[in-house]
């Protein structure tokens, strides 16, 4: 099973990674030749994506090619629709803002997600005309109803690389100390919110084996630099 985890994540990276060469290879080129050529790549690349889906699963049966086809095709759709001209046509990783929010207990700030019933630390995607540190004052509040003030960056993260992501995403993650407010879930996008310590936090809490020792380290007062992942030898595709 951990090796067929490890080719559907493989699969899933080369993927995206082929995908965005062609969507920005389309966002550039005037040729219609070449535009042909990339969309010719979109389409391996959704096939690509279609057999990682099925390796996750673990799924086969009379429909699948069947299945893969539309899924291609869902694919190669989404990614046609989301090609710009130029510059806003490079694509690059989406970017998220992760807080992890501490008191005077020592406790973290955790939300659950109303669509899913997981828990974690407050967590959106980045807004233009906000800065990475305002994203994470503005989550906090709207989520969970607790004023911040962020305090340092804790880690950047590359979902993808991570396993929690299907797309090319960056996570920055920043340490935040409690000022105010009141616990006050989101009535759309939170189920609950609480403080938590970290021998008590909620069985269904997502990652806490990597992200944990670090943040409560962090709230306890422990200083060290930011994270990162690692860089994997050799580098893929230099």
């Known amino acids: 099973m951990a090796d067929v985890t490890t080719n559907a994540r493989d ?9 965005a060469i062609a969507r920005t290879g389309m966002g550039f080129t005037e040729n219609l030749y070449e535009r042909e050529r990339y ?8 096939d690509i994506k279609a057999a990682a889906r099925e390796l996750a699963d673990a799924e086969s049966d009379a429909r699948e090619a069947a299945a893969t086809q539309r899924e291609t ?3 190669v759709q989404e990614w046609m629709e989301s090609i ?5 046509g490079y694509v690059t990783p989406k ?12 406790e973290i700030l955790l ?8 828990w974690l630390y407050p967590t959106g995607w980045a807004d233009v005309g906000y800065s990475p540190s305002e994203v994470a004052v503005k989550e906090v509040a709207e989520e969970t109803g607790i004023d911040c003030e962020p ?20 996570m920055l993650l920043f340490l935040c100390d409690h000022v105010g407010g009141e616990l006050r879930p989101h009535p759309l ?6 403080w938590f310590g970290s021998d008590a936090l909620p069985e269904a809490t997502a990652g806490a084996q990597w992200w944990g020792p670090m943040a409560f380290a962090a709230i306890g007062g422990e200083e060290s630099p930011a994270t990162f992942d690692p860089v994997r030898a050799p580098i893929w595709r230099t």
């Open 111 to 118: 939300v659950q997600r109303k669509d899913s019933g997981i």
């Open 11 to 19: 699969l899933a990276r080369w993927s995206e990674t082929l995908a």
């Open 39 to 46: 969309e010719e790549v979109l389409h391996v690349a959704g």
């Open 95 to 106: 970017v998220a803002i992760g807080a992890i929010v501490g008191n005077d207990h020592d």
């Open 84 to 88: 710009g001209e130029g510059v806003p």
């Open 73 to 75: 095709d869902h694919f």
């Open 189 to 194: 996008e939170t189920a609950d919110v609480g």
């Open 151 to 170: 305090r340092r960056l804790l880690g950047v993260v590359d979902g993808q690389r991570m396993g929690f992501s299907r797309f090319g995403m960056y």
